[in-house]
């Protein structure tokens, strides 16, 4: 199994499954509630590998991960469209998509040591826009 990630807006993500080593899908409901809730929310985790671009021969996307995590709220670009395939035996069994995505945590870890890096993504649906939060499966069938 593995995983791709596309980013849309200025900077553009593109992540194959080489570079993504999970992601978890949270369904975001109050704990205090009783019933089903109405603020409620929809968030991804996305974890990975540094894989850097030496000579300039393709974009580094984890850059682009680390100028969207700076991007200031006002800017409309803060908001952006994240999308992530769940690939198995070459063929696209889950895909989640998060319309108005803005990042609420981002982290690169650098290792000398071990001459890797990895990343840590958290973003979020905008709140207002939960209903845009599209989980879709059985492709293929």
């Known amino acids: 199994m593995g995983f791709r990630l596309k980013i849309d807006g200025s900077g553009p993500v593109n992540l194959s499954e080489r570079c993504i080593t999970s ?3 949270h369904s975001d409901i ?6 089903r809730a109405t603020d409620h929310g929809t ?9 850097f671009s030496l000579g300039a021969e393709v974009e580094d996307s984890t ?15 803060s908001y952006r469209k994240v999308q992530v ?17 803005f990042v609420m945590d981002y982290r690169e870890e650098l290792d000398d ?17 939960t209903q845009n939060t ?4 059985g492709f293929g069938q």
Not at 63 to 77: C, G, M, T
């Open 113 to 129: 040591e071990h001459g890797v890096g990895v990343f840590y993504l958290h973003v979020k649906q905008k709140k207002d826009l």
């Open 134 to 137: 599209a989980v879709e499966g």
């Open 30 to 35: 109050p704990e205090d509630s009783n019933a």
């Open 23 to 25: 992601v978890n899908f």
């Open 63 to 77: 850059l682009n991960l680390a100028k969207w995590s700076i991007v200031p709220s006002e800017s409309a670009d």
């Open 43 to 51: 968030e991804l985790i996305i974890q990975g590998k540094m894989l």
């Open 85 to 101: 395939d769940v690939v198995a035996a070459d063929q696209v069994v889950r895909q989640i998509t998060l319309p108005n995505a």
